[in-house]
């Protein structure tokens, strides 16, 4: 196996026997194997589209489905990838039955190629990361496709919610298809920064598809002790399975918490009519061993941030998967059909059965502050900047991890001084937002906008105070960039605010290992990327702007 794409690879090099993550060189090959199929799709696609045919939207649902099985910690099954590779096959094989006459006869290999399982394995081997020799044209293809599995993850949570835009689509197929082609260095670079444009309509989609659903986020003070009555605990990040999951328990005398980057749920006008939502348990995904051991009742998780379990660990038959997330030995929660909702009964009754979920902190976290709420407070904020009461915004936001060195956020959110405000989004919120770090005139020191995709709103609030401080550049407000990353949702992030303009990011722990020094270097030259230090100086450069 090869993988390098997420933060914790082996080294900042590359895992090449077992992944960091946890899954096996086996599970690392088929999901090498599933993409090499999606650019096969891509490449039928992209030449149908170029022949003036239309290609369906199912098609471009399967592409985002099929990119998101393969990003970290969503499916340590190798039995479900391999069916997913099944299907690819079986869709491109469609796909040359219906265009097969209008297109070039001569596709590439990737996109004509069969087999059955027996000979996966080899195969993988042959069209993995390292099938390109150049580092740098490696690098380039490898950034543009992490970039994607973030846009296609992202997608697919607007798609489900039914929100679809067909430029999403459309350059899910062309950036696939350009990776089976021979194209100069500027046009790879350019391809990326187009994935960072993408990356900005695909988050824009998902913001419209969840408050169009559940409301615009708002202040909320979220409980994160338990109660008396057995619960379910959720995790991942979709919210038409948390509604789901939500109307089938009413009245059934169980309880339902959030986990990790579910917690935003709890900001949601929609879901506070539920009185059995009862706060957030626990933390980050890198604790879930222990959390989901203590919570005592069924555990659902609905995208990723899944990781393998402890030889100690007993919850597995409380594990509930559904969607992309596959885990084996863990219940499978079947897709909606004909309109009707996934039927969660199976959790519900096993939840009735079980202990209510051990206590392991008590208190309250506030957060909501997305785009509606702090443009809401748009005038304090702006009298508080004019008064010099708010000196910086620092954006921490991002995912969370397990090394030691992440304590640097914590330390960060510690020393910054008290006329500097905390702008977070992700997992990484949870090394600060426990802290009791005040606020400057009612305005709290941390300001939650919400889930990884919700930095979408730091990025609309930091257009937006240019535009009231009448700036030209949103690099001359008073904002600095201090952003922690883990997988691949982060890297397409990252693309949207370089897209945005958007210079002098401090990222961390560790630089990206998919990206080359020539790749780097272009990247420095262009947007000032830097790697984090230690907190002190780091504090000190972003309170003198630098």
């Not at 690098?139 to 679809?164: F, M, N, Q, W």
């Not at 929660?333 to 206590?359: H, Y």
């Not at 535009?467 to 997988?487: A, C, H, K, R, T």
Request: glycine share 8%.
């Amino acid at each position: 196996m090869f993988c390098f794409q997420c933060q914790e690879t082996a080294k900042n090099q590359g895992c090449t026997v077992k992944g960091m993550c946890g899954k096996e060189g086996t599970t690392a090959n088929l999901q090498d194997l599933l993409i090499y199929n999606l650019k096969g799709i891509a490449v039928i696609a992209k030449k149908a589209q170029n022949a003036g045919e239309t290609v369906s939207n199912e098609v471009g649902r399967f592409v985002a489905q099929g990119l998101f099985v393969t990003i970290t910690n969503v499916n340590f099954n190798d039995a479900d990838v391999t069916s997913w590779i099944e299907r690819a096959i079986a869709l491109k094989k469609e796909l040359m039955n219906q265009y097969g006459d209008v297109i070039d006869a001569d596709l590439d290999e990737c996109a004509t190629w069969s087999a059955d399982a027996s000979e996966f394995a080899a195969k993988a081997e042959s069209v993995g990361i390292l099938a390109t020799e150049n580092e740098d044209v490696r690098s380039l293809r490898e950034l543009l496709v992490i970039g994607l599995k973030g846009i296609a993850a992202y997608a697919d949570h607007a798609a489900v919610l039914g929100v679809e835009k067909d430029e999403i689509y459309d350059f899910m197929y062309d950036a696939l298809n350009s990776t089976t082609e021979a194209l100069s260095v500027d046009d790879m670079v350019g391809k990326v920064l187009k994935a960072g444009e993408v990356a900005v309509t695909t988050m824009a989609a998902l913001d419209q598809a969840n408050t169009s659903a559940y409301g615009n986020p708002e202040l909320s003070e979220v409980n994160i002790g338990v109660g008396t009555n057995p619960g379910i605990l959720i995790s991942g990040h979709d919210l038409k399975d948390m509604e789901e999951l939500l109307e089938q328990t009413k009245g059934k005398g169980v309880d339902v918490y959030t986990h990790g980057e579910m917690l935003p749920a709890n900001y949601y006008p929609a879901f506070k009519k539920y009185e059995h939502l009862k706060g957030n348990y626990g933390s980050s995904w890198w604790h879930q061993n222990e959390e989901f051991e203590s919570f005592n009742g069924p555990i659902l998780m609905t995208t990723n941030c899944i990781v393998p379990l402890k030889k100690k660990s007993t919850y597995l038959n409380r594990l509930y998967t559904t969607g992309v997330v596959s885990y084996p030995g863990a219940v499978h929660i079947a897709e909606r059909a004909n309109g009707s909702a996934k039927d969660f009964s199976s959790i519900i009754e096993q939840a009735k059965g079980c202990a209510a979920p051990t206590e392991i902190e008590t208190g309250k976290i506030v957060g909501g502050f997305a785009h509606d709420q702090v443009l809401a407070l748009a005038d304090k904020v702006v009298d508080a900047v004019k008064a010099g009461a708010i000196k910086r915004f620092v954006v921490m936001a991002g995912c969370d991890g397990r090394q030691k060195d992440r304590s640097y956020f914590t330390e960060v959110a510690e020393k910054l001084p008290q006329d500097a405000v905390i702008l977070t989004a992700g997992c990484a919120k949870y090394r600060y937002n426990k802290l009791d770090l005040g606020d400057i005139g009612g305005i709290p020191r941390v300001l939650d906008a919400g889930q990884c995709n919700d930095c979408y709103s730091l990025a609309v609030i930091a257009l937006k105070l240019k535009e009231v401080f009448e700036l030209d550049d949103i690099n001359d407000l008073p904002l600095s960039f201090d952003i922690g990353w883990y997988e691949q949702k982060a890297c397409a992030v990252l693309l949207a605010l370089l897209h945005l303009g958007v210079k002098g990011i401090r990222l961390g722990p560790s630089l990206p290992a998919f990206v080359s020094p020539a790749v780097l270097n272009v990247l420095v030259e262009n947007f000032d990327i830097k790697p984090i230090t230690d907190p002190d100086t780091d504090v000190a450069a972003i309170m003198a702007g630098n």
